[in-house]
T-cell receptor, first 114, second 112 residues
Framework: DADVTQTPRNRITKTGKRIMLECSQT?????MYWYRQDPGLGLRLIYY???????NKGEISDGYSVSRQAQAKFSLSLESAIPNQTALYFC?????????????FGPGTRLLVL | DQQVKQNSPSLSVQEGRISILNCDYT??????FLWYKKYPAEGPTFLIS???IKDKNEDGRFTVFLNKSAKHLSLHIVPSQPGDSAVYFC???????????WGAGTKLIIKP
């Protein structure tokens, strides 16, 4: 079984709709992240959480919100989807050992906003 | 302003030869660097890392070199195999911040 799972894997929605992407992990990590990937831009951080009570905005948080329901669950919401939010979304967890962080990614959610 | 740059969007290498992927960074405070590999329809997977106290780290066919004075790191894959065809991301971990800073990625194509 995968350590980091994302649902749905693919989603098509219309402009203005609210949509939620979910992420679950079995790695026991406190840190979780949401990224989006666009062609030629690499990975850009949307939100991150270092524990259940800690939520932080990333580089591109406008138009998004998150909820950390438990250590293992971190969901991303698009309150009113717009076409330029069409992208590949990744959830990640990380461990932080001896001052060094390694992130582990889910398989991604491909989102199309029409 | 991109703090981590991968200037080659793609690279094509013959099977069996060496693949060299490059990454430049601007912030001298970065102290830990990682390479990730990504196949289509999958999330990135951790490949190899290096701390700023080292200038080389090797793991099987993969070697990462760090040149701190030039703010440059490179990933060497030798010999290159067809399964190495993927997008490779370079990432840096700033000393004062636990967020990884990512490059845009380089698509490596291994030709048979």
């Amino acid at each position: 079984d995968a350590d980091v799972t994302q649902t749905p894997r693919n989603r098509i929605t219309k402009t203005g709709k609210r949509i939620m992407l979910e992420c679950s992990q079995t790695k026991g990590h406190d840190r979780m992240y949401w990224y989006r990937q666009d062609p030629g831009l690499g990975l850009r951080l949307i939100y991150y959480s270092f524990d259940v009570k800690d939520i932080n905005k990333g580089e591109i948080s406008d138009g998004y919100s998150v909820s950390r329901q438990a250590q293992a669950k971190f969901s991303l919401s698009l309150e009113s989807a717009i076409p330029n939010q069409t992208a590949l979304y990744f959830c990640a967890t990380s461990d932080f050992i001896s001052g060094q962080e390694t992130q582990y990614f889910g398989p991604g959610t491909r989102l199309l906003v029409l | 302003d991109q703090q981590v740059k991968q200037n080659s969007p793609s690279l094509s290498v013959q099977e069996g030869r060496i693949s060299i992927l490059n990454c430049d960074y601007t912030n001298s405070m970065f102290d830990y660097f990682l390479w990730y590999k990504k196949y289509p329809a999958e999330g990135p997977t951790f490949l190899i890392s290096i701390s700023s106290i080292k200038d080389k780290n090797e793991d099987g066919r993969f070697t990462v070199f760090l040149n701190k004075s030039a703010k440059h790191l490179s990933l060497h894959i030798v010999p290159s195999q067809p399964g190495d065809s993927a997008v490779y991301f370079c990432a840096a971990n700033p000393d004062s911040n636990y967020q990884l800073i990512w490059g845009a990625g380089t698509k490596l194509i291994i030709k048979p």
